[in-house]
């Protein structure tokens, strides 16, 4: 018999940050620390807004998901060449080996920077080069996944879609984000219906402020594996029977959605419910430089706010492997590493 609840809740700060775990949502231009920014704008001679590393600190005073991108998408503006997205995605291994990350899928927003005439391989092959050199240092396994930018046209993604199929070994699928409300997934069903010929995995951010019926047209138009964020699915019973019957997994991202003001609180957010729904939710950190953590302290914090248990720790560590696009034999070999990290956190009384 396993028994987790056998683990002292003393020993759930350190459970949390033992467990082998897999990070699935992770947009790795919203890992530049303000101190890389600055550091990157010196070394490519761009002038940025804001007077210091403190100025640029400041103004992450977010008020909704747009007031974010804004920023966002500023402080991506210093990255031009390939090594500066090397060093972006290096900086990010980093802070995922400590917090015992063995597998990351990472987000990157091609049209961020094709848009401002770095070439796509340039992107790509600075991110990739990255992946590959996190599996030797750290034995960290990642791979990336192409987001459109839902703000700009269909067209527009067709277009980057085509700039990238040169470089189609280097990414295992696409995704949707940018600014939700109004720009529901439908207006991508064309290029996802490519994607999905060319066996790209899918998914879409849907439901993190735009209505459950966005979540419902990620699944049944563009046909994702998965919805990113998603929480305001539990405002839709027939929506959570679905999400629950079908295992669709949600990655959620509490410290995203408590600086973004989606939930008022940590205390209010609705993890803990859907867990107890039986919903497949891994825990992220979608953009940790700028939210105030990466995954450990969304896991630390969350878990304190909610009063979450050890038992909850290792379903969500279990659903990041269960939900993440590997082969099985690799998900079993994690999946049993994770129960071995687990059972070693157990007290005996003998
Ligand atoms: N939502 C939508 N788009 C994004 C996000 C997010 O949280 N982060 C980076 N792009
Ligand atoms: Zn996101």
Redesign the pocket.
């Known amino acids: 018999m396993f028994k987790v609840h056998a683990i002292p809740a003393k020993r759930l700060p350190a459970l949390l940050k033992a467990m082998p775990k897999a990070e699935l949502h992770i947009?790795i231009?919203?890992s530049l620390e303000p101190e890389l920014i600055f550091a990157l704008a010196q070394r490519n001679q761009v002038s940025l807004p804001y007077a210091s590393v403190d100025a640029l600190r400041a103004a992450y005073a977010f008020t909704n998901?747009q007031s974010?991108?804004d920023i966002?998408y500023a402080g991506a503006s210093v990255l031009l060449h390939e090594q500066d997205f090397y060093d972006m995605a290096w900086a990010y291994f980093e802070r995922a080996a400590a917090d015992h990350v063995v597998h990351a899928e990472l987000?990157f927003?091609p049209q961020t920077h094709t848009e401002r005439g770095v070439p796509m391989q340039t992107v790509v092959h600075g991110l990739y080069r990255a992946c590959q050199d996190a599996r030797t240092h750290w034995g960290i396994d990642a791979s990336l996944i192409l987001?459109f930018l839902?703000h700009l046209s269909e067209e527009a993604a067709l277009e980057t879609l085509e700039q990238a199929l040169p470089f189609r070994d280097c990414f295992i699928g696409v995704g949707l984000?940018?600014?939700?409300v109004g720009h529901p997934p439908e207006k991508f069903a064309r290029v996802f219906a490519r994607c999905k010929e060319l066996g790209l995995h899918l998914v879409a951010?849907a439901g993190?402020?735009g209505p459950p019926s966005y979540i419902w047209s990620a699944l049944d138009v563009l046909g994702v594996q998965r919805i990113?964020?998603g929480v305001q699915a539990l405002k839709d019973e027939r929506l959570m029977h679905r999400l629950v019957a079908e295992r669709v997994p949600l990655t959620v991202?509490p410290l995203?959605n408590l600086k973004?003001r989606v939930f008022d609180t940590l205390a209010d957010h609705n993890l803990g419910k859907m867990l107890d729904a039986g919903v497949c939710v891994t825990l992220n950190s979608?953009?940790p430089a700028?939210f105030g953590g990466y995954i450990g302290d969304n896991f630390v914090q969350t878990f304190e706010a909610l009063n979450l248990t050890a038992q909850q720790a290792y379903v969500l560590a279990r659903n990041s492997f269960e939900a993440s696009f590997v082969s099985t034999q690799q998900r079993e070999k994690w999946l049993h590493e994770l129960k071995l990290c687990v059972e070693s956190f157990v007290e005996h009384d003998d």
């Open positions: 947009h231009e919203g998901l974010f991108l966002y987000f927003d987001c839902r984000d940018s600014s939700e951010h993190e402020e990113d964020h991202c995203s973004l979608d953009d700028y």
